[in-house]
């Protein structure tokens, strides 16, 4: 099994632009998680999909925020526009299964750098 | 509300000596228990889970956790420690509910001197 595929491993843009994060979570899950983690806050669970569809996006820190699930094999997180404080290490981790016994298995992250 | 805390930022250990890593948490309903590692540079990789049954669970790399009820407590131990358990570890908990969001503690810093 892969695992967890998260591409780019790094971006480094410049501030106002688009920034787009996929994730291809392991074949057959049917969870999926994006993370974001800075020094500052930690580990911070942004929003999660079960079967496609979000079920809880409270932690998308604000409208410039977005994540899409168009399939099972596929997700993106977007930032547009981008701003320096958006900048850290972002994660996929994906589960399958039986709620609260699922173990989240996590992607390799993205580490975004807007200057 | 569900939480997690993880009382030491970092934790030094000599190699070959047993470590403990702490955690406690709160959470309504019957907690479900994890402990990840995170290398640098790397994401966090799973190394065991209470749901329930056996207090003392069993994982990866010879780590084990014991889950404490009374004082709501899962510590992560291991009887040996080696220079490459150096790392960062995280305790996370689900309560019971719908929901399927993982409570993450803040993380403490593993350094094992040889």
């Known amino acids: 099994d892969a695992g967890v595929i998260q591409s780019p491993r790094h971006e480094v843009t410049e501030m106002g632009q688009e920034v787009t994060l996929r994730c291809k979570p392991i074949?057959?899950?049917?969870?999926l998680f994006w993370y974001r983690q800075t020094m500052m806050r930690g580990l911070e669970l942004l929003i999660y999909f079960n079967n496609n569809v979000p079920i809880d996006d409270s932690g998308m820190p604000e409208d410039r925020f977005s994540a899409k699930m168009p399939n099972a094999s596929f997700s993106t997180l977007k930032i547009q526009p981008s701003e320096p404080r958006d900048s850290a290490v972002y994660f996929c981790?994906?589960?399958?299964?039986?709620?609260?016994?699922?173990?989240?298995?996590f992607g390799p992250g993205t580490r975004l750098t807007v200057l | 509300a569900q939480s997690v805390a993880q009382p030491e930022d970092q934790v030094n250990v000599a190699e070959g000596n047993p470590l403990t890593v702490k955690c406690t948490y709160s959470?309504?309903?019957?907690?479900?228990l994890f402990w990840y590692v995170q290398y640098p540079n790397r994401g966090l990789q799973f190394l065991l889970k209470?749901?329930?049954?056996?207090?003392l669970v069993k994982g990866s790399y010879g780590f084990e956790a014991e889950f404490n009820k009374s004082q709501t407590s899962f510590h992560l131990k291991k009887p040996s420690a080696l220079v490459s358990d150096s790392a960062l570890y995280f305790c996370a908990v689900k309560g019971g509910g719908a929901t399927n969001k993982l409570i993450f503690g803040t993380g403490t810093l593993l350094a094992v001197q040889p």
């Open positions: 074949s057959g899950h049917d969870y």
């Open positions: 209470y749901i329930t049954g056996d207090n």
């Open positions: 981790a994906s589960s399958f299964g039986r709620q609260g016994t699922d173990t989240q298995y």
């Open positions: 959470v309504s309903g019957n907690p479900y």
